[in-house]
C-alpha cells in the first residue's frame, strides 16, 4: 500500500507531511486543503480525495504516494523500486507519467531500479552499480553506446560474448578469424561482446566464423536466435526477422557488424 495510512482518506493521506510540521511552519488546513487539490490535478487524481487507499488501484496508490511525498516541497525526491509491484503495463504508463511530472516540478530524482529499459526511459543521468560500486555515470547514450566495462556491456541490454585472442594483428575465435572493426583494444586473450542486432546471417561458406542454431524464440518486436559457434559451444544471440527461413540446426555464417572488445 506504498505507506499510506489506511485509516486516511487521499486527501489527507496527501496533506499528512504538512499537518505534522512545526505550528510556525504549519500552513492553515485551507492551505493544505488547497494544496493537496493542486497535487492531486497534477497525479491526475482529481475527485478521489475522499476514497481511501483500500479503495484504489495500484497505481492510484502509488500516485497518491508520490504525491504525499511532494507536498512538502523537497529538495530531492528519492524513488527506490517505486514500481516493483506493479504489472508491466500499469509500469509502463506510470513511467511516463513520472517523466512528465518531473519536467513539470523540476525535482532533482533519485530512482533506483533493476530495469535497465527503466533507468534508460526515465533518466537524464545513470549511474551503474556493481556490488556497491559505481561503474560507470553517463547519459542513457553513454552507458549504452559506450560501456566502460564488461559489466555495464552485459547489465545494459541484451548481449552475448565470444572469446577471443589477438595473434599477429587478428583476432582469432577457436583459430576462426572474426572480422569486423570493433570498439576497444586487445593485447591477448579477452572477449568480444555482441548485441543481437549488431549480427548479421550469411551463408557457411562465405564467413570464417559459422555456427549451428540450437534454439529460436519469439520476442515483442519479432524472433531471436540462439547460435552454438565452434566446438566449444559457445552460444551468442541474434535477431531473426519473423519472415526469416532460419530454423532449429541450421548452419549458417555470421558476420559481426558491430562488437566491443574487452580483455580478460
Not at 488547497?34 to 475527485?47: F, H, P, T, Y
Not at 483500500?54 to 517505486?82: F, H, K, T, W
Not at 560474448?161 to 576462426?176: A, F, N, T
Amino acid at each position: 500500500h506504498y505507506a499510506l495510512f489506511k485509516h486516511m482518506t487521499v486527501a489527507d493521506n496527501i496533506g499528512y507531511g504538512l499537518k505534522v510540521k512545526p505550528r510556525a511552519a504549519r500552513p492553515s488546513r485551507a492551505d493544505i486543503r488547497k494544496r493537496a487539490s493542486e497535487l492531486l490535478d497534477l497525479v491526475q487524481l482529481s475527485g478521489l480525495d475522499r476514497r481511501f487507499p483500500a479503495q484504489l488501484s495500484g497505481g492510484q496508490r502509488q500516485r497518491v504516494a508520490l504525491a504525499r511525498a511532494l507536498a512538502i516541497d523537497p529538495r530531492v525526491l528519492l524513488l527506490d523500486e517505486p514500481f516493483g509491484a506493479l504489472d508491466a503495463k500499469v509500469r509502463r504508463e506510470l513511467r511516463q507519467w513520472l517523466r512528465e511530472l518531473h519536467d513539470r516540478t523540476g525535482h532533482t530524482t533519485v530512482f533506483v531500479t533493476h530495469d535497465q529499459e527503466e533507468a534508460l526511459e526515465l533518466a537524464d543521468r545513470v549511474a551503474i552499480l556493481n556490488n556497491g560500486r559505481i561503474e560507470q555515470v553517463g547519459s542513457a547514450d553513454d552507458v549504452y553506446d559506450a560501456p566502460a566495462s564488461p559489466f555495464v556491456m552485459s547489465f545494459v541490454g541484451d548481449t552475448t560474448s565470444i572469446p577471443v585472442e589477438c595473434v599477429g594483428g587478428r583476432l582469432l575465435h577457436e583459430g576462426q578469424s572474426v572480422e569486423g572493426r570493433f570498439a576497444g583494444t586487445l593485447t591477448g586473450r579477452g572477449h568480444l561482446y555482441l548485441r543481437p542486432g549488431n549480427v548479421e546471417v550469411v551463408s557457411a561458406d562465405a564467413s570464417s566464423l559459422s555456427g549451428v542454431i540450437t534454439h529460436i524464440h519469439r520476442t515483442a518486436a519479432g524472433r531471436r536466435a540462439q547460435v552454438s559457434l565452434g566446438t566449444r559451444g559457445t552460444v551468442i544471440e541474434i535477431e531473426a526477422g519473423l519472415a526469416s527461413p532460419l530454423k532449429v540446426n541450421d548452419r549458417i555464417g555470421i558476420r559481426i557488424v558491430k562488437g566491443r572488445l574487452f580483455a580478460d
